[in-house]
């Protein structure tokens, strides 16, 4: 049996204009550019909005809506003297809105407006309208105080020159030491030698012989040298007899680093490739260590020695300095600021800090805690093998590349790139500085380097802040690792 018949819909016909015209419609809206486009802003609605965004921010600050508009004087000489006798000077700005609207409810003062608001008075003032137009948008900026930089500016110092080049040496020289009569000085060559210097004429003095290695660092106190080098021996020299009285054994590696405890005379530290800072005592006679300051994962490339805690400081290739407590002989502060190696430290003289170099940058720690104070405002982008601090306050930073830069240590403010120049003979890419240190008056500089040379460097003369000024900007922020 069939089932009831379903009525079929009728479809109207439509013509292919219209369907053409649909089509179109769709893809319009599809692909139309305008989509991206905001609508037309409502004058009302922004000029509500700014309303309220300045009552928020600068709502302590005096409308000017609680003052009635004066009338304007047809005589000018009658009120303009009652103007200067009974209303005090308003040396307010206004910023008058595009629309020159005469609606001035909505008025903000900054700064001095005469009235009692309670305002010092020192700043300049400002009227700035809320209402605008769609064309123009004021910001908030124009009326916002400008606070000066916190950062302190630099100290001016004269440029350095090298002013003399001594020769002879046989490989790289590697260290330096003063004495403290400030009449000579030592350097540590890899030909295995020691040299004594004069300081005023830079004429060989004494030539000291003994290790079978490169000599990485040298120590000066009263009449006796320290040294050591790649041979694991450290070794004490009488200068006067200019032979060596005790051989200090224990190091399972090469001894980069060596330094004398300031107050403590006969306390001796070294820190070598073997990852430990051991601490001798000169006076015993069997040349044993007394304690083993262990802790690092890398060679311990630089020591830093102060008569109160942390009275031992490190620094490691495996990026990290370790402030120590001598006396129970463990770990104050590890810090962790560095992302590189640290081969260079330096304490300055008179301040309670110390800076430590690395190829990612230069940073300063105050003592005894060792909190991070800031970054050197410009990175050397180099192997940073030395680096020597004098009372004036400037910086001298060697790197492998042979570039020699002097900062000033308040500011970190970079005021002298150099680069040093290679003697006759040598190859450019022999360039290097390995170590640098001011004398004990902080007047001359001593870098010694790769191309088997000892430079002398100085302050020029003839330097004034007119000839050689310094361009200085302080940064935005401050970097706190």
């Not at 104050?332 to 590189?340: A, I, R």
């Amino acid at each position: 049996m069939q089932g009831p018949m379903v009525a079929m819909e009728v479809v109207e016909p439509q013509s292919l204009k219209e369907l053409s015209f649909e089509s179109l419609k769709r893809a319009r809206d599809l692909f139309s550019p305008l989509h991206a486009r905001f609508p037309a802003p409502d004058p009302d609605s922004k000029k509500t909005r700014m309303s309220q965004k300045f009552n928020a921010e600068y709502g302590g600050i005096k409308s000017t809506s609680s003052h009635q508009p004066q009338p304007h004087a047809k005589s000018g000489g009658k009120d303009q003297a009652q103007q200067g006798s009974g209303s005090p000077s308003n040396n307010a700005l206004a910023l008058p809105s595009p629309e020159n609207s005469k609606d001035q409810t909505d008025l903000i003062v900054v700064g001095p407006t005469g009235v009692d608001g309670g305002l010092s008075g020192k700043s300049s003032a400002m009227i700035v309208s809320a209402s605008g137009s769609s064309e123009k948008n004021f910001s908030t900026s124009a009326i916002m105080e400008r606070i000066p930089s916190r950062w302190p500016r630099p100290v001016w110092h004269a440029p350095w020159r090298n002013y003399r080049v001594i020769s002879g040496h046989l490989g790289w020289v590697r260290s330096i030491a003063f004495d403290p009569t400030n009449t000579w000085f030592f350097t540590g060559s890899a030909d295995r030698t020691i040299k004594m210097w004069d300081v005023e004429t830079g004429r060989l003095k004494l030539t000291l012989t003994g290790h079978i290695e490169q000599v990485r660092c040298l120590a000066v106190r009263d009449k006796y040298m320290f040294s050591a080098g790649d041979d694991k021996q450290v070794k004490c020299w009488d200068v006067e007899q200019n032979k060596v009285i005790r051989s200090f054994d224990g190091h399972l590696s090469g001894v980069y680093c060596l330094a004398l405890h300031p107050t403590i005379d006969h306390v001796l530290l070294t820190g070598g490739r073997d990852s430990v800072c051991r601490v001798w005592d000169v006076r015993c006679k069997d040349n044993k260590q007394i304690d083993a300051l262990s802790g690092h994962k890398n060679t311990v490339c630089s020591i830093l020695t102060r008569p109160t805690d942390p009275q031992v400081i490190t620094g490691s290739h495996d990026t990290t300095i370790k402030l120590w407590d001598l006396r129970k002989v463990k770990t104050m502060e590890n810090l962790t600021y560095h992302k590189k190696s640290v081969r260079a430290m330096a304490l300055h003289p008179i301040e309670n800090c110390f800076a430590s170099a690395s190829t990612d940058n230069i940073k300063k720690f105050n003592l005894p805690k060792g909190e991070f104070m800031h970054n050197m405002l410009s990175q050397q982008k180099t192997i940073i093998n030395a680096m020597a601090i004098n009372e004036d306050g400037v910086t001298a930073t060697g790197g492998d590349n042979g570039s020699l830069w002097f900062w000033d240590w308040k500011s970190g403010h970079n005021f002298q790139q150099s680069q040093t120049i290679v003697q006759p003979g040598s190859l450019d890419s022999e360039a290097g500085i390995y170590a640098c240190s001011f004398d004990v008056n902080g007047t001359k500089l001593v870098t010694c380097e790769a191309d088997k040379t000892i430079k002398m460097w100085k302050e020029d003369e003839n330097a004034t802040p007119e000839t050689h000024p310094f361009h200085f900007r302080p940064p935005r922020d401050i970097r706190r690792f």
